[in-house]
Structures are given as C-alpha cells and as structure tokens.
C-alpha cells in the first residue's frame, strides 16, 4: 500500500464502511470496489446516457461502493464541505450540488451536439470531467465514479476503448493548469491522447463554481435569499441561524434591505438581521457580538 493509499484508508476510508463489511482490510476493500466499478460501467453503458442525469451519477456511485459505503449514492450533506487537490479547493456546497450537476448537463450536452470534430469532442469530454470533479457530489469516489463517465463517453464520442492510465503528477498537472489557465490542452492530452489547436484550448464555459446563495424560508412561502460568495463558514453559520422579527417583517413586506450576522456569545445559533449601518441593498457583514 502507498502512503497516499495508507492515509485515505487511515482517515477517511474507514470510517465510511458499512459495519456488515468484513474483514476491514484495504485489500478487501479494493476487490470490492473493482468489481462494483465493472458493474457500475455496465449500468452506465445500458443507460446510453453520454450525458449522464443526476439519478444515473447517484446511481453509478451506489454500483460502485454499494458493497462497502453505509451512504453510497447519497450526495453530501450539510457540513460535510470538503477541500479538493493541494491547494484545498472546494467543492461544490453540499446544497449547490444538483444545480450545478444540472447545469453540467446543459453545458456539456450542447458541447458534444455542437462538436464537428476530434478536438471538440475531447475538449467537451474534459470539461465534464473537471467540472465533475470540482462538484465532487460525494464524500469518496468522485474521481473514480468520473472515470467510469470518462471512459464511456471517451469510448462512444472519440473510440478510445480504454481507461484512464496516465501518470497521476500529469493529471494532476493538467486539473491545476485548467483551474488556474482555463487551458483544458495539457489535461486533455493527457486523457485522451489528442492535442488540441490553440484555437480550442480554452475552457467553453467557465470552470468556477455558483457562488453560494443560501435560501430561508418565512412562513407564508416568503423566501429570503442570502448570497455568500465562496465563503463556506459563514453559509453554514446563515443556514442554521435564526431570523430577527424585524428581519422577518421587512422581507415579508416585500423590502430590499442590508444584512448583518450577529454571533451569539451564548450556545444559541447566530442571529441574522437588519444592517441599519449600512445603505446597499443586500450586503453583506459579520455583526459584533451581542
């Protein structure tokens, strides 16, 4: 075992096991999971789905660790945010994970209807990939459920009856260039062993996520919609936060009105109210304690 293997099998892997599956041995644990992989590639190619609907990626992961995971298929949930790669990126926020599947879909559906050529077929073949990796919808098993996608629409669009068997530092190489460039070139060659032109090297779409827009409902079917930009911490303190009655009142009024967080000095969740410092229309700012 590497010590990458050895540390994600230390502190994360383990934890996620059924308590039905014995032994706990990586190795185990690794022959259950390439035989869920075979079955989910089958379930993936009776689908026919190039683009595959938020139900067949649920259940591609549920083929794949159905034997091993207590949660397998199942999205992440509140407060399980995770950091992607070296630089700790995150993924998608656990509620932004359908929308941003869905609209994975749209974008990538058009790519491949609109790609005329090798080039175009494997650059929107890369896109999905990334993007799918940086929603990274599970809490395990992204990059090996993306595989099983990559490989089918690789084998349909471009006749590569392969898997992925690259170098990890190349790969790896080629997500951080994208990420930071919006250059797919390095990590679609890499994947697919076509080079693209400069003319098509760039990203079709963009590859960042939504920025976080956290929703609390008022009685009557009144929503207030409070954005976050990227900022993870303070979705999750807005999304269990109570709402002060002037709050309350204001919105249900149908007005427009600056926000404030206050932090409770007591066990209680935050308070989320009016900002009667500021003047710009759905702001945003930590409060002082109260």
């Known amino acids: ?25 990586f190795e185990h644990y690794k022959q259950a999971v390439g035989r869920g992989l075979d079955n989910a590639r089958s379930f993936l190619q009776s689908t ?3 683009v595959p609907s938020i ?11 159905g034997a091993v995971y207590r949660r397998a298929g199942d999205f992440r949930e ?22 941003e599947l869905s609209l994975l879909s749209k974008q990538t559906s058009k790519l491949f209807k609109e790609a005329s050529t090798e080039q175009l077929k494997a650059r929107a073949i890369t896109f999905y990939h990334l993007r799918y990796v940086k929603t990274h919808p ?19 669009l471009l006749g590569i ?5 690259v170098s990890h530092e190349e790969y790896i190489g080629g997500i951080q260039r994208a990420f930071s460039t919006g250059d797919l070139s390095a990590l679609t060659k890499t994947m697919t062993g076509v080079k693209l032109s ?19 409902e008022l009685s009557g079917g009144t929503k207030l919609k409070v954005p976050c930009g990227e900022d993870v911490e303070t979705a999750q303190e807005i999304e269990i936060a109570t709402l002060s009655p002037r709050l309350v009142k204001a919105v249900s009024q149908g007005k427009k009105v600056p926000l404030a967080l206050y932090e409770s000095t007591s066990k209680a969740n935050a308070m989320l109210d009016i900002d009667a410092r500021k003047q710009k229309e759905l ?7 109260r």
């Open 78 to 99: 509140y407060g399980q945010e995770i950091a992607i790669g070296r630089d700790d990126a995150r993924g998608a926020y656990y509620s932004q994970i359908p929308e």
């Open 48 to 50: 026919k789905e190039i």
């Open 138 to 156: 599970f809490l395990d098993g992204n990059g090996r459920t993306g595989r099983v996608i990559f490989d089918y629409q690789a084998k349909k």
């Open 161 to 165: 009856d392969r898997r992925i068997d």
């Open 1 to 25: 075992m590497s010590n990458r293997e050895q540390f994600d099998w230390d502190n994360r892997i383990t934890y996620l096991l059924k308590d039905s599956f014995q032994p706990k041995t």
């Open 283 to 289: 702001s945003f700012s930590k409060g002082m304690e």
């Open 55 to 65: 139900d067949t990626v649920r259940t591609i992961h549920q083929y794949a660790f």
């Open 198 to 216: 400069p003319e098509v090297a760039k990203t079709p779409y963009p590859l960042k996520l939504g920025e976080i827009v956290i929703t609390k």
